[in-house]
């Protein structure tokens, strides 16, 4: 049975404005996730390398419980489940007072999520960083927090651009499951022009041309700040 083929539907109105409002809050959602996820996820990151031991214990847990639990089963614990458990009021706000309330329960959901594994990202390049330059730092008399703030944090993001880059992309492509509590977003859009339309085939190869582009355009922008930021005398420095 021979398919007939009509890319007008994604070029056409209504259903070009639906995937275009589908790109701008798949884009929201990501950055704010993001936001979240990287101040967050350096303060864990952080938290991971101190000397105080109830604070690596805490920061330990964090990573242990949101990493081992699937992402869509946190969205819907937050959004299903947390609202019954809380206080009565705080309850109904969630579920009734809280503007937009599933945009908010994706963002912060996957923005918790994706703290953890940036948490080890940072943990990485601190360590990477070396002992030795945090001795450094204390013998010129700096304190502990100066050496993090001026030594050890900018070292460790700068070396970890690549791995950030692809949390980052991890980001924007899970942020396809707040589809699941009712976000409109990309691929929810798809699901509707494809529903509209009958056009599965064109309807999710435009989407999946959109992610494509929009990756791309992340990884070419990054590799740049990645030539930028690199430490010379490094590994990664001298493969350039």
């Not at 994604?10 to 070009?16: H, N, S």
């Not at 639906?18 to 967050?40: E, H, K, R």
């Not at 329960?105 to 940072?122: D, I, K, M, N, P």
């Amino acid at each position: 049975m021979r398919y007939d083929w009509d890319w007008s539907v994604v070029v056409t109105d209504p259903y070009r404005g639906w995937l275009l409002s589908g790109l701008m809050l798949t884009l929201l959602v990501s950055i704010a996730s993001w936001i979240i996820a990287l101040v967050l996820g350096s303060v864990i990151g952080v938290m991971r390398t101190v000397e105080n031991r109830p604070m690596r214990a805490f920061a330990a847990a964090y990573v242990e419980l949101f990493r081992n639990i699937p992402l869509l089963v946190q969205i819907f614990l937050f959004y299903f489940v947390l609202p019954e458990v809380v206080p009565t009021p705080v309850g109904i706000w969630l579920k009734r007072g809280l503007p937009h309330a599933e945009f908010w329960v994706s963002v912060v959901s996957l923005g918790l999520y994706t703290a953890c594994r940036v948490a080890e990202q940072v943990k990485a390049g601190i360590n990477a960083a070396g002992r030795g330059q945090t001795n450094a730092g204390l013998a010129t008399g700096l304190t502990r927090i100066q050496v993090y703030r001026f030594i050890l944090l900018p070292i460790a993001f700068r070396t970890t651009v690549p791995a950030m880059t692809s949390e980052f992309l991890n980001v924007f492509k899970n942020s396809s499951l707040a589809l699941t509590i009712g976000v409109l977003e990309l691929t929810a859009r798809t699901r509707q022009v494809s529903e509209y339309t009958y056009h599965s085939l064109e309807s999710f190869a435009a989407a999946s041309a959109i992610y494509i582009v929009i990756s791309f355009i992340v990884v070419t922008f990054m590799r740049r700040v990645e030539d930028w930021a690199k430490v010379q005398g490094t590994l990664a420095a001298e493969a350039r």
